[in-house]
């Protein structure tokens, strides 16, 4: 939310619930991007001298509306985590498992007056928009933290679990989600269609700056001097109020759809006060009762 409300005020349009559905090219160049509002049907034409594709796991998928041939060069991983209460680990300091059974690190971390346990590592075929952890996931954290708690874990112990989906620069196939680099790359195409493979949250800055750099060398835009160094994200303090997120109200949504466009009360829940992460019963609770 802070990225899209910065954006916003230097001047950008953001625009949620709209999907890309197609790129229409002339002479080997964009010409112009097919759009969808998903909740009314409409289709927009966008022309367009440049498109930056920074669709994470999707990427290849939209290079794919230009060329149906494109190459593969992205692996997806998928990352799981668990919520349980902070009982299970007094105090405030976190816990390292140096040496899963798969060869990695497994963190418990006091996260909102609840405990994060995570994160997993292993390939998926498929980059579902609401991934879900598997039972196996589930069941390798609960038995991998299990040893190290206050006392013993089970599944029933879990307030909430979610899982994301990370873009791993893999051109070459190689294998092990967990020996794939987290480095990004830029990829020019077609003239004018710039994409970001790749990479990862802390690194977003770098990433953005790398993609401006490729569209300036296409002759997209004229050089001038970044300036995301010292730029300072906007905070939006309802937002983000500890008070007002773990227990959103009327007014809390309101200014949601007023300022983040939050458009379901799923959005207000999960993707803005975020209870979804740390009790799914109260959160199902909570969208029937906005």
């Keep these: 939310m802070a990225l899209m409300q910065t954006a916003y005020a230097l001047g950008a349009t953001p625009i949620n619930y709209v999907r890309c559905e197609g790129l229409k090219l002339r002479d080997g160049r964009i010409e112009s991007v097919r759009a969808v509002d998903a909740e009314t049907g409409e289709s927009f034409e966008l022309a367009t001298t440049c498109v930056f594709n920074a669709a994470g796991v999707w990427v290849d998928g939209v290079r794919r509306l230009a060329d149906p041939e494109a190459r593969k060069l992205i692996t997806v991983s998928q990352g799981s985590h668990l919520v349980v209460d902070h009982d299970f680990l007094p105090g405030s300091a976190a816990l390292m498992i140096p040496k899963t059974r798969d060869g990695r690190v497994l963190f418990v971390i006091p996260w909102f007056d609840k405990l994060l346990i995570g994160t997993t590592d292993g390939p998926r075929p498929d980059a579902p928009w609401e991934p879900q952890p598997s039972a196996e996931e589930i069941e390798f954290m609960l038995d991998t933290a299990r040893g190290y708690l206050a006392r013993p874990i089970t599944k029933a112990d879990v307030r909430a679990s979610f899982a994301g989906l990370r873009p791993l620069f893999d051109p070459g196939n190689a294998g092990s989600t967990a020996a794939i680099s987290r480095e990004h790359a ?105």
């Design 186 to 290: 830029v990829l020019t195409e077609f003239g004018n269609l710039i994409s970001i493979v790749g990479g990862k949250w802390t690194t977003y800055r770098k990433m953005a700056v790398d993609a401006m750099a490729a569209a300036v060398r296409a002759g997209l835009f004229q050089p001038r001097p970044a300036r995301t160094e010292d730029l300072m994200l906007v905070v939006d303090r309802v937002l983000v109020d500890p008070a007002r997120r773990a227990a959103p109200d009327a007014a809390y949504a309101e200014h949601c759809r007023r300022f983040t466009q939050a458009r379901t009360n799923e959005d207000v829940v999960c993707r803005r006060a975020r209870v979804a992460f740390l009790d799914s019963e109260r959160a199902s609770r909570l969208k029937s009762d906005l």
